[in-house]
């Protein structure tokens, strides 16, 4: 996959942009706080549908301005190229059209891949649950617009029956029987959306398991062993869809009361983990800030091979200003990645830690306050 071209318009601190990158190496320097993240966060909210750092749409769109546009148009190998289109605006919810035509966001995901690297990814590692969450849905709906779509359908299903678990509650728990039979017909629209995610969930992370031991094994030069895990919030799901729903629907019924009482939903892949070991020792807690780095590269890799298997073309490189931090080896690992046919988008404060064999192949660009140059 590679970016043909990008257009911004009023998209963080890029008043306009018109992007014609090259196929393969595009290196960006610039001074802090000029517009190096806020590129890569373009390409990376229209392959994702998330902003990197951002909550609310809003903080995407550049100050003083009602709306904001990225637009790329996208080669693929194995299927037509694609124009990709997000509208955001101050007043409207956001508008995603593909090749021109406008779809729920959930739907216009998956159309191509990305694998970034940056400060956020440590977060994952050490972070709380809900990170690891986020990099789940993340990372598998840019593979699967039907997960996407599951989740979506997930939350919406989550949000009313907590409504209504609450409003029980708050009338004084009151159950009649046609509220019985409301609850339970939001019950099975959460077992449906939800079998759906967790199936998709433990897919991932069972495909994406050996190829992140191989990556960490290689990075860490045989020394360490990586291992990953589903940890579903509904145990002892495997396998099939239909068991996993029947064991979800167990299990909402054994927490009823226990719902009713505190008034919002227990069980569900909301409370889903990833849990990371690093010699059989959970990395969040135990392993050194070396360590937790190593896994985050070895996720990044893992996931670079995973979008070459399940699509025959290598994912978009993002490279947020990591190279600096990085020693030769895990410098010339990263790099390898671009040299097997991806194309990447590098940011750095200066050029000075790029090898001249990266430099002389790279196009290379300034930015200076949302304005993007071609250096000569
Ligand atoms: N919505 C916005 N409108 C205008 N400027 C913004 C907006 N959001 C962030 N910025 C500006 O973008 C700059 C940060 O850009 P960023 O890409 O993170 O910098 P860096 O080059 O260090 O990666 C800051 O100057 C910030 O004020
Ligand atoms: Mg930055």
């Known amino acids: 996959m590679r970016l043909l071209e990008l257009y911004l318009s009023n998209f963080r601190n890029y008043e306009s942009l018109h992007l014609v ?4 190496l595009n290196l960006i320097t610039g001074e802090n706080a000029q517009g190096k993240t806020n590129l890569l966060e373009a390409i990376y909210l229209l392959a994702t ?56 966001a959930a739907t216009a995901l998956g159309q191509f891949n990305v694998v970034i690297f940056s400060a956020m990814d440590l977060e994952v590692v050490r972070g709380q649950p809900a990170d690891r969450r986020r990099y789940l849905d993340v990372e598998i709906s840019m593979l699967s617009p039907a997960y ?11 949000e009313q029956r907590n409504r209504l678990l609450k409003s029980i509650r708050e009338s004084g728990g009151a159950i009649t029987p046609s509220t019985i039979e409301l609850l339970e017909a939001w019950d099975e ?13 433990e897919r991932f992370i069972c495909a994406l398991r050996p190829l992140a031991r191989t990556a960490h094994a290689e990075l860490s030069e045989g020394r360490e062993e990586l291992d990953i ?19 979800f629907r167990q299990q909402l019924r054994k927490m009823r009361e226990e719902e009713l009482r505190r008034g919002t939903t227990l069980v569900g892949p909301q409370r889903d983990d990833l849990l990371l070991f ?21 996720l990044k890799r893992a996931e670079f091979e995973l979008t070459l298997q399940e699509r025959q073309e290598p994912p978009i490189v993002l490279l947020d200003d990591v190279m600096s931090d990085l020693d030769d080896r895990r410098r010339a690992q ?19 830690s790029f090898p001249q064999e990266i430099l002389s192949n790279a196009r290379m660009y300034r930015v200076e306050n949302g304005r993007l140059e071609v250096v000569q």
Do not use: C
């Open 278 to 298: 690093v010699d059989g020792k959970e990395a969040r807690t135990y392993a050194s800030q070396g360590q937790q780095r190593t896994v985050t590269l070895s």
């Open 21 to 24: 990158p090259d196929a393969g």
């Open 334 to 352: 990263l790099l390898q990645m671009t040299l097997r046919g991806a194309q990447a988008f590098i940011t750095a404060t200066s050029a000075e």
């Open 189 to 201: 629209q959460l077992v449906r959306y939800g079998s759906n995610v967790i199936v998709a969930r």
């Open 148 to 158: 996407a779509r599951a989740l979506v359908g997930y939350r919406r299903a989550l």
């Open 49 to 104: 549908g998330r902003a990197l750092r951002a909550g609310r749409d809003e903080e995407l769109i550049r100050w003083g301005a009602e709306d904001a546009t990225v637009h790329a148009h996208i080669h693929r190998e194995q299927s037509l190229d694609v124009q990709v289109e997000i509208i955001l605006s101050r007043s409207q919810p956001r508008v995603m059209k593909v090749d021109g035509q406008t779809y729920r």
């Open 229 to 247: 895990r589903y940890a579903p919030a509904i145990e002892e799901v495997s396998g099939e869809r239909e068991q996993i729903a029947e064991r």
